[in-house]
Every structure is written in structure tokens, then in C-alpha cells.
């Protein structure tokens, strides 16, 4: 497959290295000092884009990929308010477009743990549901992607909260995630339910950006010679 990196910083050079150990090639980088070679005629090159870049410039890297024909997986977080624009107009123009918050196989299983946890903790209103998520200095959105997925999927299955909020806005009914930045971590969440009496926790920690990339390069591949709008239940296959 012939790729086209949009984006080329921590996860960009990560899946530049995933893709061509897996013998794929990669016929486009573009990041802020190459942004010139950003054309539809250089788009048109690659069998699939991948798109890891900023909240700000995501919308308009998608917009171009589908102007240029040219499936595109997207995982730059903190753009969401766009997604169902970006979704009608894929549909409209008969592109194809991949998001996912998080590509690491282990943090989709997390993200079904998380949700089945929260249909049995329901009925245990002595319980109170919290989370976590920790991440590196340079994240620019925050609580992230994964933490809004996750609690998304616990709000849906618990019933009992009536939305999510960032810890120090929670009010009662919302569920508070707190967000920190330490150092270079590259993702850690916790979800925690607390009693009285003691607590039950869960928590996936990314030891590194491999499990993220892998993911992405299976998704572009998956993609290529697809129409529509698709997510990582699609590629996974829904829970059974
Ligand atoms: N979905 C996932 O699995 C997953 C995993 C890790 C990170 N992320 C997200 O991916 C995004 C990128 O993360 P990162 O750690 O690689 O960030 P980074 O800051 O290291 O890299 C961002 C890159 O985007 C480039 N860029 C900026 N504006 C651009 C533009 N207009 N066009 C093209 N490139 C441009 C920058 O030059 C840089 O190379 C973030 O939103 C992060 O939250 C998602």
C-alpha cells in the first residue's frame, strides 16, 4: 500500500516505521515545514492517507483528502464537534473516512471492559464512578480522545450520570475526569468506582505509541477499495 502521512510528529514517524517494516510505502509526509507539498496531485499518489496532526488543522486535512479521492484515517483528537459534518459530507461525496480516539487493540478491549463494568455496576448507587487519564506535557486537548470514548461508553451503559465533565467543573450527576500531564506518558486511564467500603478500578496504561500505530496502518489497509463512514467496531468486528 502507498501511504501518505499527514502529519509527521510523534505518531506520524511511528507509523512511517510500523508501515515499512510491513513493506508498505510511503509516497507523502507532510507536517508544518512541508505543508507545500500538500496538493491534491501528490494526494492522489497514495493508496490511503493517514492523518495524525492538530484539533485546529484535522478538519481541513480530511476535507482535502476527500477532494482528492483518497481514503483517509484520521486519529487526531479534540476536533469532535465536526464529526458529523465530516461524516455527511464522506457520505455525500462517496469518500471514506476511518476514526478512531485510540487504534490500540488493547485499549478497544478496554473500552468493552468499561462498558460491560458499568452495565453491572448500575444497580449500585453506593458506587460513584470517577476517571483518570494521564498523558504527556505536549497533548494539546484535553480530557483526550480515549477518556472521551470511555466515557461516553460509561455514561451509555451505567444510566445513572448525566454527562461527563472535566473534574473541577464536575456538578453531582457528572462524571469527573481528571486530567493530568506528566512528562512523556503516553496514555494511561483509570476508571474507578468507589463505595463506603472499597473500590474497584480499571486501568489500561500504553507503554508506548506501537500498539497505536499498528493500529492505524491495519485500519488504511482495511479502508483502501471501502466507501463510508467506519470505526474500529467495524474493523474488530462488534462485541458478541
Ligand atoms: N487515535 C490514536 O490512537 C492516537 C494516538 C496517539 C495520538 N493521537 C492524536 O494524534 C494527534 C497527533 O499526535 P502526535 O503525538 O503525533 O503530535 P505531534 O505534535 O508530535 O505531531 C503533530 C504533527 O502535525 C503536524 N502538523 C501541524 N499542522 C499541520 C497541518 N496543517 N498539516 C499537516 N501537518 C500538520 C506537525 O508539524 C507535527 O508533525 C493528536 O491529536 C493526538 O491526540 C491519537
Not at 501518505?4 to 507532510?30: D, R, T
Not at 492522489?44 to 480530511?62: C, G, H, L, Q, S
Not at 483528537?77 to 476511518?98: M, P, R, V, Y
Not at 492505524?216 to 474500529?232: D, E, N, T
Request: proline share 3%; aromatic share 8%.
Amino acid at each position: 500500500m502507498k501511504i501518505a502521512l499527514i502529519g509527521y510528529g510523534k505518531m506520524g514517524k511511528e507509523i512511517e516505521k510500523i508501515a515499512l517494516s510491513q513493506g508498505h510505502q510511503v509516497v507523502l509526509k507532510i507536517d508544518e515545514s512541508t505543508i507545500s507539498d500538500f496538493t491534491i496531485e501528490n494526494l492522489k499518489k497514495a493508496d490511503a492517507a493517514i492523518e495524525f496532526t492538530t484539533p485546529e488543522t484535522a478538519v481541513n486535512n480530511i476535507l482535502k483528502c476527500f477532494e482528492a479521492n483518497v481514503p483517509v484515517v484520521c486519529g487526531t483528537t479534540g476536533w469532535l464537534k465536526h464529526f458529523d459534518e465530516i461524516s455527511n459530507l464522506c457520505k455525500d461525496n462517496n469518500q471514506a473516512f476511518f476514526y478512531a480516539s485510540n487504534y490500540s487493540i488493547g485499549v478497544n478491549l478496554f473500552f468493552r471492559l468499561n462498558e460491560y463494568l458499568a452495565r453491572i455496576m448500575k444497580p449500585y448507587s453506593g458506587y460513584t464512578p470517577s476517571m483518570e487519564e494521564i498523558h504527556h506535557i505536549h497533548k494539546k486537548d484535553a480530557p483526550s480522545g480515549t477518556g472521551i470514548t470511555l466515557a461516553e461508553g460509561l455514561i451509555k451503559n451505567h444510566g445513572n450520570l448525566k454527562n461527563w465533565a472535566l473534574e473541577e467543573n464536575a456538578k453531582e450527576g457528572e462524571l469527573p475526569i481528571l486530567s493530568k500531564r506528566e512528562g512523556e506518558v503516553p496514555g494511561t486511564h483509570t476508571i474507578k468506582y468507589k463505595s463506603a467500603c472499597d473500590e474497584i478500578t480499571i486501568i489500561h496504561e500504553a507503554y508506548n505509541r506501537k500498539g497505536f500505530a499498528e493500529g492505524a496502518v491495519i485500519a488504511a489497509a482495511w479502508l483502501v477499495g471501502k466507501k463510508g463512514v467506519f470505526g474500529m467496531n467495524d474493523l474488530l468486528g462488534s462485541e458478541k
